[in-house]
């Protein structure tokens, strides 16, 4: 993937065909230019992400959670997610309809969902995982590297991987799949 597919990939919209066309040195430049837009456009978010963290803290959870739900797009409440500790993001993980926190989940860093998953209600996060698997299969191994081994027990109880082993020789998650099927001998 070019750098310019690299940096854009994210915004989960496909590079323009015609971007492709450009010299190096343009790809440099509107890559430059895309990240002075981005960081311009969303100066500030952090601090705010933070404190709507902080101030949430003090609202009991019946009333943020339809809030949150019905006013706060998945986005948002994953910026704000990840500047809580875990402890404070698993009470809302576990308060959270599972379709919706499917659709935070996507934008949390993995690692940090991981550590989410192994401190929520263990029939919260089996129902998250089951649905993720269906739904976002790819992203769910991603999230599985970072899984404790209790959690990995969980993927592999639910997860259907290819019976042959050849399928999977240059799979990037060539590891936690080999990780899965120990668990599931």
């Known amino acids: ?6 940096t854009l990939a994210w915004t989960g919209i496909p590079v323009p065909d015609v971007l492709a066309e450009l010299s190096s040195p343009q790809k440099d430049s509107i890559i430059s230019w895309a990240r002075e837009l981005v960081d311009h456009k969303t100066d500030g978010f952090e601090e705010l ?5 902080m101030i949430v803290k003090y609202i009991p959870h019946f009333i943020v959670i339809p809030l949150m739900v019905d006013h706060i797009k ?3 409440a994953a910026g704000v997610c990840s500047k809580m500790s875990v402890d404070q993001a698993t009470g809302y993980a576990n308060d959270l309809p599972l379709e919706y926190f499917g659709e ?13 998953l192994g401190k929520m209600r263990r029939h919260n996060a089996e129902k998250f995982i089951h649905y993720e698997l269906q739904h976002h299969l790819t992203r769910m191994l991603d999230i599985a590297t970072h899984l404790e081994e209790k959690m990995l027990e969980t993927v592999a109880k639910h997860i259907t991987l290819p019976e042959h082993e050849d ?10 799949i080999a ?6 001998k």
């Open 1 to 6: 993937m070019s750098d310019l597919n690299e």
């Open 49 to 53: 992400f933070e404190a709507i963290g």
């Open 74 to 76: 998945p986005r948002i």
């Open 104 to 116: 935070v989940s996507m934008y949390l860093e993995c690692p940090l969902l991981a550590q989410i």
């Open 167 to 176: 399928d999977l020789v240059r799979h990037p998650h060539t590891d936690v």
């Open 179 to 184: 990780k899965i099927r120990a668990m599931q």
